[in-house]
């Protein structure tokens, strides 16, 4: 069964760090584009970064500089180090897979991404 | 930052057949998915390139782009399609999920 499992959630105080992560079955995640998007109480989804070929990442504008995504090649793990962590930052976050088709045009090919497995989630709370 | 607005709530009777909108500049040159939230549970991949449907996922769902709005079409509505639905679009390589809207079956 395709599926990912994160892990790494708790209680953390404002201004701490907290690592999560992300271990996947069925697929490698070495060898897949992966992302993060987290969810506040009570609130909708929220992107928060992704990586794609040669681990170039990319984050939203409100984790750039705190948040760091990386992946583990040796034990096929993705990772997310946060840093800096606000109350705001309260949320269940969620591992997802990042598929794509392609369309090849007459220059190029485009790519058409979509995120089709998403773990259950891990809870992280900011708060003294 | 880019923004893709739907409407907070959207309510169908059972048998008939739910519509939900996604709105954004200049989204017609981008491409759109749709994710179905229930509650207590992940979200699941429903549309994708902004209108193909994943195995798995009834005919009932389906949903289109015109300009700058993307909809999402549910036929024949059943009790078990409440939930949030998503829609995301990704602008060059980030991404962005519009606020929800909850899908009430009366």
Redo the contacts between chains.
């Keep these: 069964e395709v599926q990912v499992v994160e892990s790494g959630g708790g209680l953390v105080q404002p201004g701490g760090s907290l690592r999560l992560s992300c271990a996947a079955s069925g697929f490698t995640v070495s060898t897949n584009y992966m992302?993060w998007?987290r969810q506040a109480p009570g609130k909708?989804?929220?992107?928060v970064s992704?990586v794609?070929d040669g681990d170039?990442t990319?984050y939203?504008?409100f984790v750039k500089g705190r948040f760091t995504l990386s992946r583990d090649h040796s034990k096929d793990m993705l990772y997310l180090q946060m840093n800096s962590l606000r109350a705001e930052d309260t949320a269940v976050y969620?591992c997802?897979r990042v598929?794509y088709?392609t369309l090849a045009g007459y220059y190029s090919t485009s790519y058409?991404?979509?995120?089709?497995v998403?773990?259950?989630?891990t809870t992280v709370t900011v708060s003294s | 930052?880019y923004e893709l607005p739907q409407p907070p709530s959207v309510s169908v009777s059972p048998g008939q057949t739910a519509s939900i909108t996604c709105s954004g500049d200049k989204l017609g040159n981008k491409?759109t998915?749709w994710?179905q939230?229930k509650p207590g549970q992940?979200?699941?991949?429903v549309i994708?390139?902004d209108t193909?449907r994943?195995s798995g996922i009834p005919e009932r769902f389906s949903a289109s782009i015109s300009g700058n709005t993307a909809t999402l079409t549910i036929r024949e509505t059943q009790a078990m399609d409440e939930a949030?639905y998503?829609c995301?679009a990704?602008d060059s390589?980030?991404?962005?999920?519009?606020?929800?809207t909850k899908l009430t079956v009366l």
């Design positions: 992302s998007v909708g989804l929220e992107w992704v794609y170039n990319y939203a504008d969620y997802a598929g088709t058409y991404y979509y995120m089709d998403w773990g259950k989630g | 930052s491409y998915c994710y939230q992940s979200p699941v991949l994708y390139h193909k994943p949030d998503y995301q990704w390589s980030t991404v962005v999920f519009g606020g929800g």
